[in-house]
């Protein structure tokens, strides 16, 4: 226990460093490089473009929000398109994104923000929600995230599998997508990171190439760590 708690303690009073897109570029590399070739990795790089500036750990989320998309009032007016948002923040647990959408009030405005993860909320509760209005913000899990994005895939294969004409997608459509945060450089009680957390960061790269890779590759959408 003594050995742990001084572990806890370096961890406690060393300098915390904000997360880089270096960061992360070298976390999917490691991440995946056991399992895919050279030209595999290659293809699995994102672009250096597809990067907003970082938080440099002095913002608040609405301010670093503000900051990465100045544009964002006039962006939500012209959002009209249901089952997709115009931004996701992406951070480790129910708990934290409800902190998460409070602690964005200056930001967001009279935005339509929606909770997307599993605690206490069905898939098909969301889907519902998302069928039902435009919304602009979500905030939740990668785990939820991907299943609500999941959901409409397997909706569109189905109808063209059955010959029928190919029916609306229900879930999370992700190319109206414009920016994706992620909630990096928090730590929890234990003092991990989202991605210090092996299974967070495994759901985080599924989602990734579950559409997310290509949008940052045809320059559609921007990535951002808070």
Known sequence: MLFGKKITDILAKSEPKPGTPE?????????????????ELEELKLPDSCFLKANDLTHSLSSYLKEICPKWV????????????LMLIICSSAIRALELIR????????????????????????????????VHLGVGTPGRIKELVKQGMKRASDSLQSW?????????????????VFDWNWRDQKLRRMMDIPEIKKEVFELLEMGVLSLCKSESLKLGLF
């Open 74 to 85: 006039k962006l939500r007016k012209n959002h009209t398109e249901k089952k997709s948002v």
């Open 23 to 39: 960061d992360l570029q070298k976390l999917m590399k490691d991440y995946y490089s056991s399992s895919r070739s050279v030209i």
């Open 164 to 180: 029928e004409l190919a029916v609306p997608p229900c879930g999370l459509n992700l190319n109206p997508l414009k920016f994706l």
């Open 103 to 134: 602690s964005m009030t200056a930001f967001r405005g009279d935005s339509k923000v929606m909770k997307l993860f599993a605690k206490h909320i069905k898939v098909q509760e969301q889907v519902k929600l998302l069928e039902k209005r435009a």
